[in-house]
């Protein structure tokens, strides 16, 4: 007979079913470690979001250029909104209420701009009539804000391709290079999330981690049960007791 045998049990497993839970296990392994790895990038992220909350405001040209320097950097920077070009970002869910980002570019120079998140506000009576916006005032041209990378695109249901056809426009996700060439001016690598500080007639949600790390450790040793329960499973059913004849 063959296979291990440990005093009247027999472990013989065949050759597809091993190669199968192999695999399986390889794979939920492997997302459990991927979810550690983000859940310590989440901590860090969250870490330097509250380590640089109460920095005095610097002047963006004056920013390092360096992505982990200058990431969720509190600035000010002097400029006009070009209105005539506004983004409603869509699926923004804030209070379990759905509604949109308004970005808008903010001209630094003539032929460039940073897009600012001005802030969310709910749909409006449906989704073919976009809410109203009402218009910064024209004289306060000193914004404040966070320095941030554009809003990851997440599960995307369509692309932009369409959307451009008219102004104000509403996106699925932000594209800076894709807008940046609709635009006809160059836009900045970053956005400027907006403070406090700002009124307008939308409202400036706190910046948040959209997952925190304790969310994802937790997926992690949810993938480590499950590969444990398989393991056991696998074990279980290639075993045989040889005493039961």
Do not use: C
């Not at 027999?10 to 199968?20: H, K, R």
């Not at 695999?23 to 997302?31: C, D, E, G, P, R």
């Not at 409603?88 to 570019?105: C, I, R």
């Amino acid at each position: 007979m063959s296979g291990i045998q440990i005093k009247h049990y027999i472990f013989n497993p065949s050759l597809i079913p091993s190669i199968v839970t192999a695999a399986l296990l390889y794979l939920m392994i492997s997302l459990g470690f991927w979810q550690l790895d983000r859940a310590d990038y989440k901590a860090n992220l969250q870490t330097l979001i509250e380590s640089k909350q109460d920095l005095q405001a610097i002047a963006l040209s004056s920013i390092s250029k360096k992505e982990d320097e200058w990431l969720y950097q509190p600035v000010f920077i002097d400029g006009q909104f070009d209105e005539k070009h506004q983004i409603f970002l869509d699926n923004q869910v804030h209070n379990m209420v759905a509604g949109y980002s308004v970005f808008t570019p903010l001209m630094i120079s003539d032929n460039e701009a940073i897009l600012v998140n001005r802030g969310w506000l709910p749909l409006g009576k449906s989704r073919s009539e976009l809410p109203t916006v009402i218009l910064t005032d024209e004289n306060i041209s000193r914004i404040n804000g966070l320095t941030a990378r554009p809003p990851s695109k997440g599960l995307v249901l369509s692309n932009n391709a369409n959307h451009y056809t008219q102004w104000p426009t509403v996106l699925q996700y932000i594209d800076l290079q894709e807008i940046e060439k609709k635009l006809k001016y160059k836009l900045l690598p970053m956005v400027l999330i907006m403070n406090q500080a700002k009124q307008t007639s939308l409202e400036i949600l706190p910046v948040k981690i959209n997952m925190r790390s304790e969310k994802h450790t937790a997926y992690a040793f949810q993938w480590y049960g499950l590969s444990l329960a398989l393991f056991i499973i696998y074990i279980v059913v290639n075993t045989k007791n040889t005493k039961k004849k």
